[in-house]
């Protein structure tokens, strides 16, 4: 009787170090980041078991181009024929500061500068000047189009059937006011109607990415928003979201929103505000950028609609970090707000920020891109938002590249896929997603 007692104190004695030494090792693992996402046998699909009541009340729908609302306007059938269909809840950004000497008089964006690091010791062990196109362009790739200009109509006309064939149905256009351009580029608000004009071919909806502008604050915006809903609101490209109180009202994305204090902007977005938007003709919904973990209070206090991450280097930021989305989803579902995660091929902005190096991220032949895009259906968003269309500096473009190479330069190029290959992977993900939003409000 004592052996079996024995036996079974040491058979119980194993086990508990079996269950303790299991749960020690699950300890120590801990969630990845960067391309250590790509571990085998990750699934394509959301994750399993996450509660349907954690869901916004938000719905998106756009409306049509008959400004009518219809069962389901997240589809439209494009002007190319029924084999082809647009996704109103992937919206792309998409940048016009970039010009030829042949429309513009001269190289703009192209010539950019090398940006000098901000430390001196740093600075002065990396190359300085300006970029020399057509050979030598600000960007590590090359277009197909080469050094074009944003003021070609050929070149829209082409970019818009390039966005049409990547299936996504917004284009977020970088805006500036009539007159005000970044700092190394030339106005370009009266590109504006060309552009609309052309996405309303390709069955394209446009809304704008607020700049932040030398001498923004909440009152210059109150200005921006009225002539943009003025000026466009009733061209049949405009976009509109049908918010959670039913309304259906234009999306503005707010870039740099961290550099005025909430306060102001409560003062434009909140019913009580001394210059409100809401509840008048310009109301609409705001997303403004979250960079780090303290501006989710600061986007809340501040009035907005939601958040948006834009950045395409996952880990570079708080609010790029694919890791912390599901965290800030959360807090966005608590509060009644949007959370639109922003996914991008890959980030290579060294072609000017010669210094920046580390925050590149390899694209992994399309493979960095679609773990990105999983990490964003993963949280079950209303809209994902592609980081970028065109912005060539940074790297993050999926318009069509083409290999180059000169007598000083060798450009990276997608092979040994095709030059639209990041085209068709966002057509991919966008139907997959458009399929899984579907299994996710039944």
Not at 90 to 119: A, K, R, T
Not at 152 to 160: G, K, T
Not at 233 to 254: N, Q, W
Not at 375 to 385: G, K
């Amino acid at each position: 009787m004592n052996r079996l007692r024995k036996k079974a104190c040491v058979a119980l004695l194993l086990f508990t170090l079996f269950i303790f030494g299991t749960m020690m090792g699950l300890r120590t693992l801990k969630p990845t980041d960067g391309f250590s996402d790509l571990a085998p046998g990750m699934e394509l699909m959301p994750l399993v078991g996450e509660r349907m009541d954690q869901r916004p009340n938000h719905i998106d729908e756009s409306v049509g181009q008959n400004g009518g609302v219809g069962s389901d306007t997240k589809i439209v059938f494009s002007n190319s024929g029924p084999d082809h269909s647009i996704f109103y809840d992937i919206h792309i950004f998409y940048y016009l500061w970039y010009g030829s000497p042949q429309m513009d008089g001269s190289y703009i964006h192209w010539d950019h500068v090398l940006v000098p690091h901000w430390d001196p010791k740093i600075a002065s062990s990396h190359p300085k000047g300006r970029h020399n196109p057509p050979d030598d362009i600000a960007s590590s790739y090359y277009p197909e189009l080469g050094p074009y200009s944003s003021r070609d109509p050929d070149v829209i006309e082409s970019h818009m059937a390039q966005i049409e064939a990547a299936a996504a149905g917004v284009v977020v256009l970088s805006w500036y006011p009539p007159g005000v351009a970044d700092e190394h580029g030339k106005p370009s608000e009266d590109l504006v109607p060309a552009v609309m004009d052309a996405a309303h071919r390709h069955s394209i909806k446009v809304a704008f990415h607020l700049q932040p502008y030398k001498g923004r604050t909440d009152l210059s915006v109150h200005d921006n928003i009225k002539y943009i809903i003025d000026k466009y609101g009733k061209h049949g490209a405009f976009y509109r979201f049908k918010s959670s109180t039913g309304k259906i009202l234009p999306l503005f994305y707010v870039y740099d929103s961290y550099l005025t204090p909430p306060e102001a902007w409560a003062e434009l977005l909140t019913v009580r505000g001394s210059h409100s938007l809401r509840g008048t003709p310009y109301d609409g919904i705001f997303i403004a950028l979250i960079v780090e973990e303290r501006h989710k209070q600061d986007i809340l206090a501040g009035g907005f609609d939601g958040m948006y991450t834009y950045f395409a280097s996952n880990g570079f930021s708080f609010g790029s970090s694919h890791q912390n989305w599901k965290a800030i989803k959360a807090f966005c579902d608590k509060n009644n707000l949007l959370f639109v995660p922003s996914a991008g091929p890959g980030y290579m902005d060294t072609a000017v920020r010669p210094w920046n190096n580390h925050n590149s991220r390899n694209r992994v032949n399309g493979r960095y891109y679609e773990t990105s895009l999983q990490a964003a259906m993963s949280i079950r968003p209303d809209i994902i938002t592609v980081t970028s269309f065109n912005e060539w500096h940074e790297g993050t473009q999926i318009e069509r590249a083409v290999p180059k190479k000169t007598v000083a330069r060798l450009y990276l190029d997608y092979k040994p896929h095709q030059p639209d290959h990041y085209l068709e992977l966002t057509r991919k993900w966008a139907e997959h997603f458009s399929k899984e939003k579907e299994q996710w409000l039944m």
